[in-house]
């Protein structure tokens, strides 16, 4: 069992809260054992708010709405934000984008399932998010008839979702379209609709195919209520299912579906919380956690946390912050609110929008972001955070100050000096960056600090002010 100690807590901070809090710290560091600190983070409350529309809002700034209550639950505004984490973390997963969804009220719901239910079970949530209409429009399964199949979310279903690619072969996916058939929506409403197989013209078509199929070794489609065959190929996957004979992944042929499935989440998870390198280890305890709990989320995600790997110092220092956490980060030292500073319409090209999936997979991790676009979209953030921190400075009755996560430094402070010819800052160039870390609540290394203040010292009372600037650009806040 890894050791409760103070890089430990802030480690598990830093990628299950965003942000290592100092109350939260502390909170932690006072109980018995770090296996104690992981269930603390794991306390979620059971009914997180939902953002609430404005009548009069259009489509898209309901859309910002959401986004910015989103990165404001993240940043400041939850107790346990863990919950937020794995909301993200199934957004990224079970994918759908505002744009081809098309309303935002359709992407809150599907968003608030995963915060409500982020921490439940794998197939409850699978179910549920297969028939919101978020995802029957962006998968196309509101268009998938028994006499015009669409394969869409069947085949991403088993491939991105649940099983992996290559764990089934066609005719698993040919079983489960037929199941899923049925399903659609009000264009008009965006309401939930459900469509058997009796139409009631002979000019409709038939809806749902409710012949019985054989799907990864299991029959489905027998009898019982038409409407739940496609929640028939979940339990299958996640339950009796046998990889078939001929499924591209040799290795896995005559396995049980759901010691596959439980694989594949368990290095998705990993990825996204640790770092690029899942030990075969970790992955089989973390399997064998969420096979014996029926695939309930809390203890699999305990397994994870409370493995002495998660806390080695190659982990430590192996995952880049995506942009989302990245501006999480930012917001929470700046003390500043989503929709104060408006970050969203930068953060397409940094390569993550909350909303905005570049496609099926999701987004990547890690290194992807990494590179010239995506750190000068950062820059560029920085200098509007920045701004947002400035925005009090330029007061011409000498009351300006500089706004912070824990206070203000003000104006006066730091261009306050002695009379010629002596003409000494009050203020040392260390002072100014060691005050401005601890009012940001951002942890530098040593070198990152000096270099700092070295620019500091080169310069004026402009590179004073601008440490904000580079602190906010350092490598430390770019890492989780």
């Known amino acids: 069992m890894p050791e409760l100690n ?11 809260e965003f942000v290592d809090r100092q109350d939260r710290v502390d909170e932690l560091l006072a109980l018995a054992s770090l296996e104690a ?36 639950r993240m940043a400041h505004d939850s107790a346990r934000p863990l919950q937020e984490k794995m909301s993200l973390f199934w957004h990224g997963h079970f994918v759908s984008e505002f744009g081809k969804v098309g309303t935002a009220e359709l992407m809150r719901e599907q968003i608030d399932l995963f915060r409500t239910d982020g921490l439940t079970d794998i197939a409850s949530i699978a179910r549920s998010m297969s028939l919101q209409v978020a995802m029957l429009r962006y998968l196309d399964n509101n268009r998938n008839e028994a006499e015009s199949p669409n394969q869409n979310f069947a085949r991403e279903l088993m491939e991105l979702f649940l099983l992996g690619v290559g764990n089934y072969n066609e005719g698993d996916v040919e079983a489960a379209t037929a199941a899923w058939t049925g399903h659609s929506d009000n264009w008009q409403t965006g309401e939930y609709v459900w469509r058997d197989g009796r139409p009631k013209h002979p000019w409709e078509p038939i809806y749902h195919d409710s012949s019985i199929k054989h799907f990864l070794g299991a029959t489905i489609n027998v009898g ?31 396995r049980r579906t759901r010691d596959v499935a ?3 989440l368990s290095r998705k998870l990993w990825v996204d919380f640790a770092d690029e390198h899942p030990p075969d280890a970790v992955i089989t305890a973390m399997r064998t956690a969420l096979v014996a709990g029926d695939f309930d989320v809390v203890p699999w995600v305990r397994t994870m946390l409370t493995r002495d790997e998660f806390y080695a110092d190659s982990v430590k220092a192996g995952l880049v912050r995506s942009p989302i956490d990245w501006v999480v980060s930012v917001l929470y030292a700046i003390g500043a609110r989503s929709d104060d500073v408006t970050p969203t319409w930068l ?34 953030a920085c200098q509007s955070f920045n701004w947002r921190a400035s925005r009090e400075y330029w007061r011409t009755d000498g009351t300006g100050y500089l706004e912070m996560r824990n206070g203000r430094l003000t104006q006066a402070a730091l261009i306050d000096r002695s009379p010629w010819p002596d003409y000494i800052p009050s203020m040392t160039d260390a002072e100014v960056v060691d005050t401005m870390l ?20 080169a310069g004026s009372v402009w590179e004073r002010r601008n440490a904000l600037l580079l602190i906010l650009l350092a490598p430390e806040l770019h890492t989780a």
């Not at 190929?233 to 992944?249: F, H, M, N, S, Y």
């Not at 397409?348 to 999936?357: F, V, Y």
């Not at 601890?438 to 010292?457: F, S, Y």
């Open 224 to 254: 019982g209520n038409p409407e739940e065959h496609g929640f028939e190929t979940i339990d299958v996957i996640l339950g009796r299912g046998i990889v078939p004979a001929d499924a591209d992944v040799v290795g896995n042929r005559g």
């Open 347 to 380: 953060m397409t090209n940094m390569g993550q929008e909350p909303l905005r999936p570049p496609n099926v997979s999701g987004w990547k991790t890690n290194g992807y972001y990494v590179n010239a676009s995506a750190m000068e979209a950062r820059a560029r």
């Open 438 to 457: 601890e009012l940001l609540a951002v942890r530098l290394t040593p070198g990152t600090r000096q270099r700092i203040v070295d620019h500091v010292a």
């Open 37 to 72: 600190a992981v269930d603390n983070v794991l306390a979620v409350p059971a009914n997180p708010p939902s953002v609430v529309f404005r009548a009069e809002d259009s489509n898209w700034l309901r859309g910002e709405d959401l986004k910015h209550f989103w990165l404001n």
């Open 6 to 16: 103070e890089s430990n807590v802030r480690h598990l901070l830093r990628r299950t």
């Open 262 to 264: 439980a694989e594949f």
